[in-house]
Structure formats: C-alpha cells, structure tokens
C-alpha cells in the first residue's frame, strides 16, 4: 500500500513530496468493470488517457498480481489528483473549522485526506485504506516537524523543503503510523 | 451529441436525419422548428388503433405528457445489445429533413431516405418503430408531383401558414405509431420465445419481429408463418396463445389496457404461469420502460416494482440497475406532472430526493459489480451503462442543487435540460462564479457541492477506457462541466485534460486511417508490440503524425482554448506570449505604442502552482498544438512556458521547447501562416549607451565668442584644476551635457543583451529606434550565448542636424514579430517609479494570504487587491530617453608626417629644439580655425601643488612661473593658416627640455567656422572643433647642476692680496673696477653630472658697466666654481613694497604662515633683489665640441639675507679719511695713506673725516655712529654716537669732522655706520664705512 504525502505552500507549489510504501497489503475492491482494459493504445494521447483514468495502475495490478509496491503509479497522475483534491479541500477549509480533513477526496483508487495549518499551508495526502486515526497521528507529526523547520528565519511559506533531518524524520513518522 | 439528462429514460427519441442535398444551417433551421416540441400531450395523440397496437396508447383524456428528444446522431451500432436494457438509447423513430428544391423529385427524396435509413440502422435492429419524411418546400415554384402519395413522406409547402401546428400534428401521429409498435414489441418478447431470447444473455438482442413467431410457432404449435404484423398474441390471452391459433385478433382486451392498472395483477399471475425456463423479471422491466416511455409513469411504477421484486433474488445485476434507474426516473417524471406549474410544497420529513438518490446508488453498486464473466464482450456496454448511472445520480443532484431546491424548475431541468444542459439557469456563464454564489445554492437546496463530486467522482475509473471513444469524449465532457459548474476548477481541469487526450486520439487515429499512412500499430494488430505508454513520456515523443489530407482547421480554436483553460487553471499562463498578425505588425512598427516593461517583475519571480504538473502540461499542451498542427501555436505556447515558467523548467526542457518552437515558427512561416508570435524573452536589453566617438572625431562644442581676443590674458594652463567653487552645478549640468554627433558620420550605440536562458538566444534583428532627425540603422542578427550578457554594437548614421533620440531597440525573435523595447534614462524620476513598483512587488512576496488560485498573479490583479503601480495620468512623467545632439558635418586633419622620429624626443635640460609637424586635410570642408594647446608631463603636479595652496608665496611664484614662461612646448601663432580639402600645412612646434618632463601631447584644435549661412537665421553662437593630439615622449638629461649661489662681499684690500683676485679670472684686469664698495662677487658652482663635458658661460648684463663673460668647461664629473663680480644695485621702495605677484589670477589665496610685517619685508626683499640679481646675470651651456645648446636655469636657487645685504647698495656711502690741520690752518693735510690704510701718528691731533653721501633716491636723515678699537687709546673729541649729519637729498653728500688721538702705536680699526630717518622710518644701517689706521709713534 503507498501513500504519497504533499506539502503543499499557500500558493499550491509543493515544498516536500514523499512515497512511502507501507508493508500493510493494498485492500483489493476492484470492480469487474475495471478488468480486462485493453492494453495497448492507438495513439500517445490515448496513452495520457490511459494513464489519468487511473487504468495503467489497475492493468498493472491485474497482470502484475500480487503486492503492488506503487511501481506501477504514474507520478504525474499522483500529482494530478493531488492537485485536483485541492478543489475539495479548499471547500472543506473555507467552511470547516478543522485542521483535519479526513477523507474529504476521493478520486480513482485514491482517498485523499488533508492538513491545513494555521499558516495555510496544506498537508495532502493520498492513501488506499482506511487509517484515520494513524494518519491523524502522521498529520500531527508532521506538522511538528514543519513548524520546527519554520522556525528558521530564512524560511518562508514559499521556501522549499530541503532539510535532510525534516526528510528522515517525516519518514520515520510514516513508518511507524502508515 | 447525447445529452445525458436525469429522464433520458423516459425521453422518446426521434432521429432528425438530413435527406437528400440539404444545407446544414437549413436542416439546422428546420430541426430547431422541430425541437420546438419537448413533449406531446397524450391527449393529442391519435389513438385509433384497436389491435395489440393500442395497448401502450393513451387515454384519451389521460394529462400526461411524452417526453420528446430529437438527436441528430444514432448511437453506435455497438450499443445494438442494449436495445432491450434500455429502449429509450435508440431511436424509436426517424424523421428525414429533406428540402425541396424545384429540380427534386419526391420519390427520389423518399429513396434517399430509405437508404440512408438501411445505412444507419443495422437490419437485426427492431428499431426504428416509425418514420417519416418532411419535405420542406423551398419556394412556391416547386414542382412536385403531390399526387404521389407515398407513405412517411409529408410535404410542407412553403406557403403553408401555420408551419408548426402541423408539424404538432405530424409529430402527434409520428408518436401514435410509435406507442402502436411497442404494443407489437411487446407481444412478441411475451411470447415463450421472446422471453427466452430476452433472458438468453445479460444483453440479449431481439432479433428482427418477423423472426420471433416462426421459431415459436415452428418449434411449438408447426402453424404457418404469418405476417409480422399479425403475428403477436396478446398477453392477456397467452396462456392462449400456446395453445390456440396465435392468428386470433385480440380486440376485446385493448381498451382495457388504456388502464393498465387495474389489469396488472392479472397480468402478473398469468405470466407467472408462463415462465417455464426464464423469470419474466426482465420483461417486467421491458414493460416498465415502454410504459415510462409512453408517458404513462402509474404503470411503468407498477411494473418496475414487480420486476424489482423479482430482481432481488437473482444476479441479475444489470437488469435489476436498468430498472432500478427506471424506478427513479418515474419518481421524478410523476413529482413533474404533479407539481408542474404548481408551487411546490413538499413538507415531508425527508429529503424528497433521497428516494430517488437511494435507488441511484443502489444501481449504480449493481451496475459495478455486475459480472462479466460470461465471455461476453460487453465490457463497453456496462461500462456504459454504469457511466450513466452515476452521471444520471450526480445530474439528479446538481439539478436539485442547481434550482435551489427540490421544485419545478429541478424537475425541468432534468427533464427537458434545453440548449445548454450542463449551464443551469442560477449559474453565470463567466467563469469564476463566486463561491459565495456557489456555497448559497448549497445552504438552499441542502445538497453540499462535495456531495455531489463524490457521486461523480464514481464515475472516473479505469473503466472509461472500456467506452467507446463517442461515449468517453459525452461522459466526461460532462463530467466536466458538473466540476466546471460546481466551481470545482482542478478536477474540471483533471477531466478536460482526458477530454482533450480521447479527442486528439480520434485525430491522430481518424488521420492514420485515411488509407496513406496506415500505421502497422493500429488496433486491431495489438500483437506487433505496440507501445503502452503512460503519460511519463508524455509529449516528448508523439511519434507518428500523419498526412493530413484534408487541411481542414475547424475545432482547432476549441481545442487550444480547452488547453489554454486547463494550463490556467495550473498556473500557466499560454497567452503570455501573444500572437500577432504578420501582417499588421508593419503598422505596428510605425506606430509604436511606448511599452513600459519593468524588469523588476522578472527579477521577483514567485513560484505558484505546482512546477511539476505546469512542465507536463505545457509539454503536452505544445504536443497536442503539434499533432493539430497549429504551428504558431506551438510557438506560442512554448514560448509562453518559456517566458514564465522558466525557474521551473530543467535545461531539457528549455531546449525541447525552444526548438520546438523555432521549428514551428520555420514551418509557419514557410506555410504563410499569418500569424506569429511577439517577442518573447522577457527584455532583452539592459542598457544603451553611446560608444564614445574617437577623439579625432569627437567634435567640441564653444561659444562663437571664445574666437574674439580676450582682454584679460591669464594664461588657462595655471587655472587647470582648480575650482573655487566645492559644489559648481554649472559645471555638472556641463558635464552631463548631451553626447554630441556629428552629421553622416558613423555613431556607435553599444547595447547589452542578456540571455537567461540556458540555450542560446537567436536574435533575427535588433535595431535601435530612434526618433528625432533621421536616422539610418541597419538592424543586426545577433547570438546571445546561453547564461550570458551579451554586447552588440549597433551603428547609424544621423542625416539631419538636430536632436536625436534613442528610445530604445526593435527586437526581433526568428519567425517572430519585433516588438520595440524602450529604455528610459535612469533619472531621478524613473529611478523612483521603479523602486516604487519594485517595494510594492517585493511588500507582496513572501506573503501568504491569499492561497489557490487567488494567488496566481492575474487573478491578483483581476481583483485589484493588489494595485498595479501605475501612476495616475496627471502625475505620470514622460520618460527621458538617451539624446544626442547632431552637429554640422566637420572637417577631419590628420598628421601627415613629423619631423620626430618614433615619436619621441630627446633634450639637456634647457635644450630648445624644433618639431615639424604635417597636418592634412582630409574632409570635403576647409579648415579655417586652427590653435595648438600643449601638453606635458610637468604641468599637471605643478597645477596640483599650485592648486593644494600649500606652497609659500615664493613657491608659487616660482611655480607659476615655470609652467608660463619655461613651456615644453610653444608655437608660433601665426603659422595658422586655412587649410582648404586636402592641403597640407606644416606647423613647426619649440620643445625645451625641462627636467621631470617625460611626455608631452600636442592638441590641434580644429574647426570650420565660417559657414555659409544657408538661412538668414541669426548664426549660431556656437561652433564645433575637433582636436587632434599627438602624443610626443620626452627624455630630459640633467646634466648640469648648479647649486651654491652666493654673492659675497668685494675684498676691500685688493692691493694687498691682487694675487687671489688674478686667480679667480684672467679677465681680472679688465673688471673696471670703479669704486670697490659698489661692487660685489656673485658666485656660483657648476657641476657636470653627465658623461659629456660642457661649457659653461655666464653672462654679465648690467646697466652702466661693460658686458662681461665668463666661460668654463666643466668636465664630466666635476664641479666648477664661477665667479662673477657684479655691481650692487638699489632698488626703490616702491618696487620692494609690492607683494610678490601672482601670475596666476588667482583669488582667495590666503597667506597661510603667519609672517609678522617684518619678515614679510624681508621676505620681498629677497624676492625682489633676486628676481634682479636673474636679469642681470644669464647663463648658458654649451656642448663642448658640439653644436647643441641651452639655457642654465638658476631658478633652482635661493637667496639668504646676507647675500641681500651683500648685493644691495647702501641707502648712504661713507667715505672716512683721516686729515690733519697743521696748526690751525684750515689747509688739511692729509695722513699719508698707502693701499687702504693710513699711517697716522701717535699723540698727534688728527681729524676723522666722514662723508655721508645719500645714493637712494629719496632723502633722509642721517646721523652716523662710530666705533673704534682699541677704543681705550684713542682720545676723540664729543661722543661717538649719533653724529648728526643732517638731511641729505638724493645724491648730496656732506662731511662730518670729529678730532682723535691715537694715544699708542698700533693697528687702529675705526668703523661708520649711518642711521637714515625719514619721518616714521628709520633705516639702522644706511651705509657702513671701515678706516683702518696704523699708527706709528713719531720717532719712527
């Protein structure tokens, strides 16, 4: 099972992505309408097509069989979706009080649950399964870790998060809540 | 297109096809006066029919209405499955739209029809029900033969009045068929046989009606085969029908079924009894929809729930979803009827959507799991059906959401959706309804916007590659436009994307199909390996573009626009680089609009959006303009991405994208395409600035007056560096005068180009743009390397005089449109503007609070949240550009030749030598001004001490004095002459040699003054000169030094020591020596530093005594001392009251050593008397044994007081003798007196004789003072001091007489010393006279 985690600033630019591959297996709900897609495509627009429509991942998960480790998920799709939550985040911002969004997307295979600092900064993150309380924990940690790195004064909401410390410590988060 | 509205299911379609020749804005005439009718009244359908036919046909006073829908296109022969599951996909009838022309036939229209018909509609289908053909007449004159008469053809004359009454009616009738069929439909699925072809497959497919009976009959009962249409046995009777003839005409039970309602139970239990092998769960469905489908929703309710009934015990999946669907558009239809034109004034508890929405979802889970294990390829079909279902959920709610609530106007919406389905009536079609709009449909209908994109969001899945490409562009074109309307702009933007990919699919297949570039990929010959490519490789390497045979653009706009949509909703924006029409852009040259471009916002780049999305999308954005081919597209888009995105692109991508884009504009340009884009790269200039012109060139600007002969003649040399001034603003706004030009000669502007690209930057053209006089430039094709600033040089010529003004340059991209960039001088004004609007930009960065898309830069200005920085019109400055003042043409000299070999010249110290100079004239304009100025390296330390005002008054006179009257150079003015077009003239220039002078420059000053007037304007009062300069490198040798100047006292005892005097020169005989005491010795060393010997000669020039001079050879290395006697001299107060001058005409000098009046006297003095001391004493070199000479200056030396007292005369001269009277005779005798001294007596009375003669010019006062030594043995008579000699004019002299005694024998030394007084003044030592006296006793 992967999750993708965005962080993204006020102006939607991503300032920290990570993948993590969870060892918790994927749960399989696929439909019988999403078997059996053709594999090839006429031409390479079909192939975007193919690849938005979350197809590519899902032929990859009927031929491959097996544990899908994520390898099979386009990272401009995953993004692309990340992206298109927003919409719904931005909803939910505006007319909630919360700071965790749980669950507020949904989109192909993908549940999109979501973090808004004080500092609109939005936490995004793509998941398969059920995890609310683990990802609740994730979020918090996180969100720890991004105020201890804006901390810096040469940090601003619009600097890019190249800190190797923040990295591990985000993954190691995810490790062990994900 | 299909429209996907909520009651598609109860819609009766009706194909609207174009017959014969028919112009499409026609037919599209004639279909909208045909889609006038939504729906038909039921009452207004003909129900004549009596047979099976009449059983779906209304009351006659029944109120419902038939749903009408009029598509232009038939489904796809692949749904051919579905025409059982759901009727209500196919058309159930045809209606041709032919127009009658006068050469058209009416049956060659009817054929026409007919087989176009067979071509749409596969042979197995069993529909259409019914068709007919309108004929419209065109004009009154047709002829058309109207007694033909064939069936389903209607002619509707032109004239015919009430056009559309008719039509109703037709329609009405149209529709009566169309209900007596499904009655004939239906009874043949109730048939045993029909019921088993229905339950054979998930998607079972009736085979044509005529083929049903014969089977049945065939198999079960062995009757002959009858006609189709008489074929069916009714339901009522089938229990019959198994058994009795199935020919009986069933009549009695028509009217019955008019209200079906009462019959059902029946009719439930009698097919019950059928259903030997099949459940009739399916036909109960069938019935529903043909009952739903006739407008009767009571019955298809009734029906659907006996179906449901039976569906939930079996797997039914598809068919249980189909009538669960069914169910729920009745629900809608009947809340329609009821609360048509009503108020609404639903108070139940719930919802009243819930019902409905729960049935929806209910299928569409059934739809998702419906199995297709069955081999079937049904795939599409399902994947069909499921879309829908979840399209018709989400229409379900965004209409209730959309219409404010559950009411009339939701109702409408889902059932006849109009012209625009996907724009609600409460929704604005700008995009960027508010939210606030947006959350207040939400807050009255109760129905949140998530709600509704988490139905629809159901609907995206892998499964929609599953559809037909037809049904994938419908479906998520709508889908888009629900995201689109519920203000859900990235996932609209998610779909459009999808949208644009199966739509560039169809073109790029569509265009490899047309037979000439079959591609050995297309599907079908999947085995051959075709790629299957995700979108990681997206736009880099669309292979495989065909031929386009037919070159036909429409859609394309469309297709851009989607994109443009899309990257806008990613941040990017693509019409940031704007397209311009090529051939418009010479007006726009010739009118250029002053663009004011801040490179500030360059420099303040804000990242928005997310970078990694915004590069892919623009990368397929230019592959998709690519495949249209729209080239100048592509341009533009991959310069818009360039122009913007470039912190984000990798330096892959910015070279796919310029070359992408410089070989779509190549293609463009050589298409004609006329179009191209503007110039993209930011700004490329930095600066403009004149390159300064040679300085033989450079033309100087003076007053006319500076040719009048001055009055006041202080040498410019001294007044060099000096201002008096600390803060001069004349001589900045001097400074900063405009460059000057000349006219047709060539001016350089150096212009720097910056590329911040990593490719090189291709410039076509940049020239400048100037306005002002005219101005020919030539433009330039320049490279700007990657990563770099660049210089250019652009030349012109300007052609009038005048002022010329630089705005800026015209830039020109290859295959782009130039675009002028001006660029303001950097004034004070220009400086402010910018870091106004710099400090606005820079107070918005970093900031936070604006988040989403209300932080993309043009939605920030949109909404004037943040203000622009522009001025307001009344305070706004025109900007100053770069001015150049164009002058006459000029002549032009040049040095021909010189006499100076190598340019430099060497010279003793004092040595004068003559440089010949050749200037020619090399312009078409006489030379008729010409004036030398010098040069060397003396001059400027000299200046600079001069101007530190640190030197004494002496010093600076000193100075000043060797800078003006010891030049390096001179020349003789008058040797300026006018040198007319190619003359030459010769110009000889002296050069002293001075030592510390290295180097020297001779500037010639030129100009053409007087001009033809060509006007009768009043002449300039200015003028032009150019200035030549020839440097000239000097090398002085110091080869004489003198030093030691002294000026000592003449010996008073020549007779005694004549010997020494000899020595000191052989002339010594003839010095003419008058009176000793007027006399003094000037003395002098002289030594030869150099390797050469040199005679040395001094030169005596003083009034009232012979020339004299003395000549000596120093040899190299030695010193010689020389030693001239010299007549001392006076000189009268006036001359020593003057201050020692300054050359210079400088003011403000402040003695800055405190010197007490005193010393100041002094201190003129020495100045005055050595200033005389020079006059009269000059010296002079010469090489020994060579020809070259000079002057030995002798200014290097000073003067002491004691040389002063030496030199000067006295105010007095006392003369002492001493006399003695012989025994009171007044006869004196005198003392005997030999060489200087007087022998007097002892103890003898002897008189002391003193005569002051006065020598100044003016008179005095004078007493003496004696001294005598040894005082003790002398006797004198009164005091010593103070002897009176009273006042004395000038030249008088008298004597004064005092007697003495010598007491003892002996040397005796007595001196004089005058004392002059003048009222005021008194002069200590007027004069000084010396006796001496030997005195010898008298026995001796």
């Known amino acids: ?178 | 297109m299909d429209t996907h509205a909520f009651a598609s299911l109860a819609h009766v379609r009706i194909l609207l096809m174009p017959v014969g020749v028919i112009s499409q804005s026609k037919f599209e005439n004639y279909a909208s006066e045909i889609r006038t009718f939504e729906s038909i009244r039921l009452g207004d359908i003909p129900a004549d029919q009596k047979d099976e036919r009449a059983r779906f046909m209304p009351n006659p006073l029944s109120t419902g209405h038939l749903q009408l829908s009029f598509p232009t296109h038939p489904p796809p022969r692949s749904h051919l499955p579905l025409s059982l599951l759901r009727p209500s996909h196919f058309p159930l009838a045809v209606i041709g739209v032919a127009a009658c022309t006068q050469t058209d036939s009416l049956s060659s229209i009817y054929a026409q029809f007919n087989a176009s018909l067979l071509d749409i509609f596969p042979s197995e289908g069993i529909y259409p029900l019914a068709k007919n053909c309108f004929v419209f007449e065109e004009s009154d004159d047709t002829n058309l033969n109207l007694s033909d008469n064939l069936p389903g053809l209607v002619v509707l004359p032109n004239m015919m009045g009430n056009k559309k009454l008719y039509i109703g009616t037709l329609l009405a009738d149209l529709c009566s068929q169309i209900i007596g069929e499904f009655g004939v439909v239906i009874q043949a699925l109730e048939s045993p046989m029909g019921n088993e072809y229905l339950n054979s497959s998930s998607m079972p497919v009736i085979p044509p009606l005529s083929e049903i009976p014969s089977p049945l009959n065939g198999m079960k009962d062995s009757l002959p085969p009858l006609p189709s249409h008489h074929s069916q046995t009714d339901m009522n009777k089938s229990g019959f029908a198994l058994s009795a003839a199935p020919n009986i005409k069933r009549t009695s039970s028509g009217p019955g079924f008019r209200s079906s309602n009462l019959n059902t139970p029946l009719a439930r239990k009698r097919l019950s009894s059928i259903g030997v092998t099949s459940s009739h769960a399916r036909l109960f469905k069938v019935l529903g929809d043909l009952f739903l489908l006739s407008g009767r929703p009571d019955d298809a309710m009734v029906w659907y729930s006996e179906a449901l009934l039976l569906f939930k015990t079996s797997q039914d999946f598809a068919w249980h979803g189909a009538a669960l669907e069914g169910a729920a558009t009745v629900l809608i239809i009947e809340a329609w009827s009821a609360g048509h034109g009503l108020q609404h004034s639903a108070t139940s508890m719930r919802e009243p959507w819930t019902d409905v929405s729960e049935k929806l979802t209910q299928a569409t889970a059934l739809y998702y799991r419906s199995p297709t294990t069955d081999g079937e390829p049904n795939y599409s079909l399902l994947a069909y059906l499921y879309s829908s279902c979840v399209l018709r959920h989400s229409s379900l709610l965004f209409a209730v959401w959309s219409a404010k609530g559950w009411g009339p106007l939701a109702f409408t919406t889902m059932l006849q959706p109009g012209p625009t389905p996907y724009l609600p009536p409460t929704l604005s079609r700008d995009e960027g309804n508010d939210w606030a709009v947006l959350e207040r449909l939400s807050s009255i209908s109760g129905i949140s916007r998530s709600s509704i994109a988490s139905v629809l969001a159901q609907l995206h899945g892998p499964w929609l590659l599953h559809l037909g490409p037809r049904e994938r562009v419908a479906i998520l074109e709508a889908m888009s436009s629900l995201y689109s309307c519920l203000g859900y702009r990235r996932k609209e933007a998610y779909i459009l994307r999808e949208v644009l990919g199966c739509i560039l699919d169809l073109i790029v297949c569509g265009r490899e199909e047309d037979g000439l570039s079959r591609m050995s990929s297309v599907p079908g010959t999947a085995g051959l390996g075709f790629q299957n490519l995700n979108s990681s490789n997206l736009g880099g390497n669309y292979s495989g573009v065909g031929v386009r045979l037919s070159d036909s653009t429409d859609g394309n706009e469309s297709i851009l626009n989607l994109l443009k949509y899309v990257c806008k909703v990613l941040g990017i924006n693509l019409d940031a680089v704007r397209l311009v029409d090529v051939n418009q852009d010479q007006l726009l040259h010739n009118s250029p609009a002053p663009v004011f471009y801040d490179d500030s916002e360059e420099d303040n780049y804000e990242l928005y959006g997310w970078p990694e999305l915004q590069v892919g999308v623009v990368r397929e954005a230019v592959a998709v303009a690519e495949a249209l081919p729209d080239f100048p597209a592509v341009a533009q888009f991959a310069l818009s991405a360039l122009k913007t995105l470039k912190p984000a692109l990798s330096t892959g991508d910015q070279h796919h994208l310029y070359s992408t884009s410089s070989r779509a504009l190549a293609i463009a340009r050589r298409r004609g395409d006329a179009k191209s884009v503007e110039y993209w790269s930011g700004r490329p200039i930095i600066s403009i600035t004149v390159a300064p012109l040679p300085l033989v060139r450079l033309p100087i600007e003076k007053p006319i007056s500076a040719l009048k002969p001055r009055m006041s003649d202080i040498t410019p040399i001294l007044t060099g560096a000096t201002d008096p001034f600390l803060y001069n603003p004349r001589k900045t706004a001097a400074a900063q005068g405009k460059i000057l030009a000349v006219q047709n000669e060539i001016l350089e502007f150096v212009v720097l180009l910056k590329n911040p690209y990593i490719f090189d930057l291709e410039l076509e053209s940049i020239s400048l743009s100037t306005s002002g006089v005219s101005f020919d430039t030539k433009s330039l094709r320049v490279f700007i390397p990657a990563n770099s600033i660049h210089e250019v040089v652009l030349s012109g010529k300007p052609l009038e005089i005048g002022t010329l003004i630089i705005r800026g340059c015209f830039v020109q991209a290859p295959g782009g449109a130039s675009r002028e960039f001006t660029l303001p001088l950097s004034t004070n004004e220009e400086q402010e503007r910018r870091a106004k609007s710099r400090s606005i930009l820079a107070c918005e960065i970093g900031r936070f609070k604006y988040s989403g898309f209300e932080f993309l830069p043009w939605e920030k200005y949109s909404r004037g949240k943040l203000k622009q920085p522009v001025q307001s019109k009344s305070t706004i400055i025109p900007p100053r550009f770069l001015e150049c003042k164009v002058v006459p043409e000029q002549p032009l000299l040049r040095i021909r030749r010189t006499s100076v070999t190598h340019g430099a010249v060497m010279l003793y110290d004092g040595e004068m030598s003559t440089l010949r100079i050749t200037l020619e004239n090399v312009s078409a304009l006489p030379i008729d001004f010409l004036r030398l100025a010098f040069d060397d390296s003396t001059i400027a330390p000299a200046q600079q001490a001069l101007a530190e005002g640190d030197l004494s008054v002496f010093d600076t006179y000193e100075t000043e004095h060797g800078l003006i009257h010891r030049p390096v150079f001179s020349w003789n003015k008058d040797e300026a002459r006018q040198i007319l077009p190619g003359q030459k003239l010769t110009l000889s220039v002296t050069c002293v040699g001075k030592v510390g002078c290295t180097n020297g420059t001779i500037h010639f000053s030129y100009s053409h003054v007087h001009r033809h007037q060509l006007t009768l304007d009043a002449p300039p009062q200015l003028f032009h000169t150019r200035q030549l300069s020839y440097p000239v490198v000097v090398t002085v040798y110091h080869m004489l030094e003198c030093y030691g100047m002294n000026i000592l006292p003449f010996p008073s005892h020549p007779s005694d020591d004549t010997k020494a005097f000899d020595a000191s020169g052989k002339d010594g005989g003839d010095l003419h020596l008058g009176d000793e005491t007027n006399w003094c010795l000037f003395s002098i060393e002289v030594r030869n530093t150099y390797g050469l010997p040199f005679e040395v000669s001094f030169d005596r020039a003083q009034e009232g005594t012979l020339p004299l001079t003395i000549t000596r050879t120093v040899p190299p290395g030695s010193m010689s001392r020389i030693v001239i006697p010299l007549k001392k001299f006076i000189l009268s107060e006036e001359q020593l009251s003057q201050p020692i001058p300054t050359l210079s005409d400088r003011q403000f000098v402040v003695q800055k050593s405190k010197l007490s009046d005193s010393e100041a006297n002094i201190q003129r003095e020495l100045f005055w008397y050595r200033e005389e001391l020079f006059k009269h004493v000059r010296s002079r070199w010469r090489e020994s044994g060579g020809i070259r000479s000079g002057n030995l200056s002798l200014r290097q030396q000073r003067m002491t007081s004691p040389m002063l007292d030496t030199i000067r005369m006295t105010k007095s001269r006392i003369d002492m003798s001493l006399v003695s009277y012989s025994n009171s005779s007044t006869e004196d005798t005198p003392i005997t007196y030999r060489s200087g001294k007087y022998y007097p007596r002892t103890d003898e009375f002897v008189y002391l004789r003193i005569k002051v003669t006065n020598l100044s010019p003016s008179s005095w006062i004078f007493t003496v003072d004696l001294a005598m030594e040894p005082l003790e043995h002398v006797v004198h008579e009164g005091v010593l001091i103070d002897l009176t000699v009273g006042e004395l004019k000038s030249g008088q002299s008298r004597e004064v007489e005092i007697a003495l005694c010598f007491l003892a024998c002996g040397r005796f030394e007595i001196f004089a010393e005058a004392k002059a007084f003048q009222p005021l003044r008194l002069d200590r030592k007027a004069g000084v006279g010396k006796l001496v006296a030997i005195v010898q006793g008298i026995n001796t």
């Open chain 1, 1 to 178: 099972m992967s999750h993708h985690l965005f962080l993204l600033s006020p102006s939607d630019t991503p300032l920290y992505t990570l993948t993590h591959y969870s060892t918790k297996p994927t749960p399989s709900v696929t439909s019988p309408l999403s078997a059996n897609l053709p594999n090839w495509s006429t031409s390479a627009f079909a192939g975007t097509l193919t690849a938005l429509s979350g197809a590519s991942s899902a032929t990859h998960h009927t031929t491959g069989g097996g544990v899908r480790m994520g390898g099979g998920q386009d990272r401009h799709v995953i993004q692309m979706i990340a992206n298109a939550s927003l919409d719904a985040i931005e909803d939910a911002m505006r007319k909630e009080n919360l700071m965790y969004l749980k669950t507020v997307d949904k989109f192909n295979e993908w549940t999109i649950s979501a973090f808004i600092t004080p500092g609109n900064m939005k936490f995004v993150l793509l998941h398969e399964g059920k995890n609310d309380d683990g990802i609740r924990q994730f979020f918090v940690e996180v969100w720890e870790l991004y105020v201890k790195t804006m901390l810096n004064p040469f940090h601003t909401a619009h600097t890019i998060i190249r800190s190797p410390v923040f990295d591990t410590r985000v993954r190691a988060s995810a490790k062990k809540y994900l």
